[in-house]
């Protein structure tokens, strides 16, 4: 096996793009055929890495359990008196990462597709969805916090210009809130990735690291460390550990995101091309969830068993708060990106349970998240490039128009309000039972967060079947007329075809779980008694 | 018990409920294409052999359990299984027994549908889910498939999604049934943390977990874990509220009712042996779990719909209405027996409601179709389903007639029915259960009794008004008889409506081989004289009620006024669906409709505030740039600039000046001097 | 007896006429002479305190020096404003601005 996989992965996107730019501008075609390609060379890669993956590569605190990884010292410079500055090209996957990586894959080629009829300025379009695409395979693997940091700022730069230019009407404002948010949120991320820095030392070379898996050891911390396990250093009256904790957390919170720190979530939805929209909701919000899993629950541990209640409680939160708020809401789009809200709660509550079975079904809720949000954003998108128009109450009995249009939608409506058979069901399902069972297993969670979050799953039939009722059933009336009614054409192969995969998933992963868990598996294990401490 | 001779059955079972599947799977792919219905007719058909089989092996004998590891969480296995049990394998039997009968009805019932490929499909889905329900051996796998039920019944009760109203009602069913779905989670969890399995053998067996669990100081203590004893009695409360919701059952029957949109066909499958028995089945499958306080519960909500339904069915016009209320009314009775304790009565009265409640419908159906026939034909404007419309169809419809009058018995609880066996049984138990009561709880059987009386009533209004009294309009006289293939099947739920089926005996239901196949284990003190005596009280009701329905209907006698209070609260329901309208959905619209404009307003209102502010500072931040620091700047270099300018007048150009000027300076400089040295 | 005041109340009283001719006439050849009754003013202060040297006669040398650049100085500057005057065909320095910045 070839032992640069991994970073082939990574950097496949960015060879694309140095061909794109070479390409003269009038090869229209070129670009999105070339940007295919990248997508299904990445995407059988990565299918193929999902495959060798062993189950038993727990990852998470020892480097020998990761697997494709490559560490190669990247910089190294001699800072006189602050020692040695060590930076690494350090990559690897565990079953953290391993779904995440083939899920970038698939949303990714999936994003290409809808990107298909794109008309304005294909090559800069295509170029900075390609360098989007490696930097969030960047993120998934990098294991060097330095490493991380690049390729997560790496990430906002593509994506403010792609929402900034190929956007709707208010796209300035939805990317400079999408920017500074984001930005905000990694800003101070970068004071706690120094402060890191100096509190942790190789235990072989003795000098401070960006290495995550050095900083997850408490014994390599040197004993009067800011960060220190043992010095209980206090900030601004607040332990600094905790401090530290809760600056990554919101950092990583601002993406889920949670309640309240919402908000750039729906018009970056709303304003965001198709495409775009498929890879915030289909990626870009796991980056979030990944982020707390590895690196505030990997690096904070103490911290997160710590702080569970309160994550548990912002779970619940965003779980009911964003239901409810996609209930009321009168435009397509936004409704199902406040849904993304509500269901990305659950992954939090899961991931606060500290029980494998919620955790597990956290990450699970995200996989399955990732395409079925992905496949709302697309429906929506069929609708908008025929008539323009998301506002619900503008349409009525489109099942009588465009059944196979309508047959998608009722699918995957009924995939992402939990039906079982789909992905969602068990996603929710086990982190409910987890939350449930958190008591009485480490007495984290207390219960009544399990019925109330189970509550979101009612509020989420709610809106969903309320939405179809509304616009696909009864007699067809459309505000547009008899102009919508010959525009309102059913879905075209490509369209359906662009849907079948991420339903088909939905569909297997709903029916035999296995596929992911078995995966996931040891290093949920690995996690839960990392933070636990059992 | 002697083992079943083979070890295959199984995957006998598995065929029988992976049949049903198939045809609907072979349905959606034929598309348009499988309009006759064979394939969903061979596949349930299948299904019915293979059920039969794997009913005639296991019945009676031990139970029979495969299952195969489905994926692992963590380090806990969960398993696809099947258990088959008594209780399991009757009601494997049960589905495609009624199943099948509603097919073959369906075919012509529902001739010329443009969508009837759809329809097709989705009958095949609901059995499929129905039938892995029963046999589920652990209580996820039953959730799963408690859920796809609901999603079936989704899909057809809004079949004609056309309709307005039809798309209310199944976005209504499915949404109540949410509701049970999540008590069914909740019950899930609370037994999975407590346990950390959900196998229903492991767990609900006689000397399974749950009977081996104790409550002790207040805790409730199971192989090494514990909870508070609250939890007991709330774990058995999720359940419940998952088979009210289900079931129908008060407060969350108003689904069933609205449910009635969908083909009748589909009605009668709902209302027999797919949808609310789950519930029923759910309740007697995990029967352990439930303490004192839960079973009393469950007693009062079952005793209480079944009043209530029974009293809201007297007054209602729409014939499939009365029908629903009549079936929530039965759930209730099924319900309350279970709370009471006897399980083994009310699966019985679950089979035998099964076969006489979907017949009710067809014939009613049968009427329907007839109806609109008559309405096509004459270009008439009746209401098909309005019974005031009806009247003396008896001689029209003389076959249809026959049947829904024997269901109607069987509903009534008649001799020589089945329905008078099972509802014997209860009544019997109920009445040995009171009188171990204390309190209140003692009057609960009467209350059930009152309920038979007002069945016996109701029904006796349909069959009187639709088939005996006078016809309302002269037309009715040109409808006719239904074809064949409606009769067959309603001739042959007539024939299993009959006491045979059940029972060699027609009055002793101790004989009735279906109870004895699972009598639970503890049952209180049998009063023999109430073996005797409820039969007779009974049917002495039964009798009396339908003679005054009889008076009322046909002779026309009717003594009562519409407007009064109790007539109004019976004809509207009481008013629960406008209650629920103005208790539940409004205030969560309204919260929903406050939430969106607060975070509109103050959430992003408070980002957007805070970006207003950045950039109120930096325009403060800028002005004072410009102002302040750099027109200091500039000042220094204006002033610079004027006193240059003011200068430069000096110089004039003329060489006498300046030389007047150095001559005065001089001068001025000498003088200075001088003053200064004097 | 003359004595040293007298002497400087002359060279003062030259001075000062020489001094009104410098500022106050509009022709340069006018200016011209008061500088050098200034000129002479200054030599005959030289001279008269030049008593007070008499081992060098420092007073009376430098009053000579001073005579002979002042005729040379004359020489020049007649040179110069008959040059103005071809170019400006005035002699008066009120007319000759051009010093100033235009």
Known sequence: MNPHLLSILIFLPLLAAVVMLLIPTVQKAAYKY????????????????????????????????????????????????????????????????????????????????????????????????????????????????????????????????????????????????????????????????????????????????????????????????????????????????????????????????????????????????????????????????????????????????????????????????????????????????????????????????????????????????????????????????????????????????????????????????????????????????????????????????????????????????????????????????????????????????????????????????????????????????????? | MPQPSVTYLPFVALAAVLLPFAGSLLSAIAGRRSQSGAIAITAIAGSLLTAAYVFAQVWGNAPVHGQWQWFVIGETPFHVGLLLDNQSVLMLLLVPLIALPVHLYSVAYMKGDPGIHRYWMYLGLFCFAMMALVVADNLFLLYVCWELVGFASYLLIGFWFTRDTAVQANKKAFIVNRIGDIGLLIGIAILYAQFGTLDIRTLFDPHGLVAASVVADGQWIASGRSMPAIWLTLSGLAFLLGAIAKSAQFPLHVWLPDAMEGPTAVSSLIHAATMVAAGVFLLARIFPLFNGTALMVMACIGVFTACMAAYFALTQYDIKKILAFSTISQLGFMVAGIGMGAYHAALFHLATHAFFKCLLFLAAGAVIHEMQHLNKQYGLEIDPQDIRGMGGLRRQMPLTFTVMAIAALALGGFPLTGGFLSKDALLVHALEWGAIQPGLLRLLPYFLFAAAGLTAFYIARLIFKVFVAPPAIDRLTQIHEVGKWMLVPMLFLAACSLFLVFSLHPFDVGRAWLTQGMVPDTLPPTLPAAHTLVPVTATLIALLMAWLAWKWYVKGAYPLRTTGLLYKLSLNQGYLDKLYDLAVISPVLRLSHVLREADRYLVDGTIDGLGRLGRLLAALAGWMDQYVVDGTVRLIGKIAYGLGNVLRRTQTGRVQYYLFTMFFIVLIVLLYQMIIHA | MITLTHFLVVSACIFAAGMYAVLARRNAIMVLVGIELIINAAILNLVAFGRYDSTHYGGQVFAVFAIVLAAAGVAVALAIILNVYQHYKTINPEDIRDLKEK
């Open chain 1, 34 to 534: 070339i940007a295919l390609v990248t997508g299904g060379l990445q995407l059988l890669l990565s299918g193929y890495m999902y495959y060798r993956f062993h189950p038993k590569g727990a990852g998470i605190t020892e480097e020998r359990l990761y697997q494709f990884k490559e560490h190669l010292p990247w910089i190294r410079l001699d800072m006189g008196g602050m020692g040695r500055l060590e930076i690494d090209y350090f990559i690897g996957v565990d079953g953290l990462s391993m779904p995440f990586l083939f899920l970038t894959a698939l949303i990714m080629i999936i994003a290409i597709g809808a990107s298909w009829n794109m008309q304005k300025q294909l090559k800069g379009y295509f170029v900075l969805l390609m360098i989007l695409n490696m930097a969030v395979m960047g993120v998934f693997s990098a294991l060097d916090f330095f490493l991380f940091y690049v390729f997560y700022e790496l990430m906002l730069l593509p994506l403010y210009f792609l929402i900034g230019i190929w956007g709707g009407a208010r796209r300035e404002y939805a990317a400079i809130k999408f920017f500074l948010y984001t930005l905000f949120g990694s800003v101070f991320m970068l004071l706690v990735i120094v402060g890191l820095y100096f509190s942790v030392t190789n235990p072989e070379t003795g000098a401070h690291t960006f290495n995550m898996l050095h900083m997850m050891d408490p014994g390599n911390y040197a004993p009067n460390s800011l960060f220190s396990w043992l010095a209980e250093n206090q900030l601004f009256g607040v332990p600094a550990r905790l401090l530290a904790f809760i600056v990554l957390f919101v950092a990583f919170a601002i993406k889920v995101p949670i309640v309240p720190l919402h908000t750039w979530l729906p018009d970056a939805h709303v304003e965001a091309p198709t495409p775009i929209s498929i890879i915030l909701a289909g990626i870009l919000l796991k980056i979030g969830g990944y982020g707390i899993l590895r690196i505030c629950f990997g690096i904070f541990p103490d911290m997160a068993l710590q702080s569970a209640w309160w994550l548990g409680l912002i779970g619940v939160v965003s779980i009911l708060y964003g239901a409810f708020v996609a209930l009321a809401q009168r435009d397509l789009k936004r409704m199902i990106a406040y849904s993304s809200v509500s269901h990305m709660g659950f992954v939090l509550l899961g991931a606060a349970s500290l029980t494998a079975e919620g955790l597990a079904g956290g990450i699970f809720q995200m996989i399955s998240h990732g395409f079925l949000s992905a496949a709302l954003f697309f429906l929506v998108g069929v609708l908008y490039d025929r008539v323009h128009d998301r506002d619900i109450y503008h349409f009525r009995g489109l099942a009588s128009t465009m059944p196979r249009y309508t047959a998608l939608v009722a699918m995957t409506f009924f995939a992402s309000l939990g039906l079982p058979g789909f992905s969602a069901f068990i996603g929710e399902a086990f982190v409910i039972i987890g939350t449930f069972n958190s008591e009485s297993a480490h007495g984290v969670l207390p219960r009544w967060m399990a019925i109330a979050g189970s509550v979101g799953i009612l509020l989420s039939a709610a809106y969903f079947l309320w939405t179809l009722q509304r616009m696909f059933f009864g007699q067809p009336r459309f505000k547009g007329g008899q102009e919508w009614l010959a525009v309102l054409k059913d879905t075209s192969t490509r369209e359906t075809l662009i849907m079948l995969p991420m339903l088909m998933l939905a569909l297997t992963l709903g029916i035999y779980p296995a596929f992911a868990l078995e995966k996931i598996n040891a290093s949920v294990l690995a996690l839960v008694s990392l933070v636990t401490g059992g």
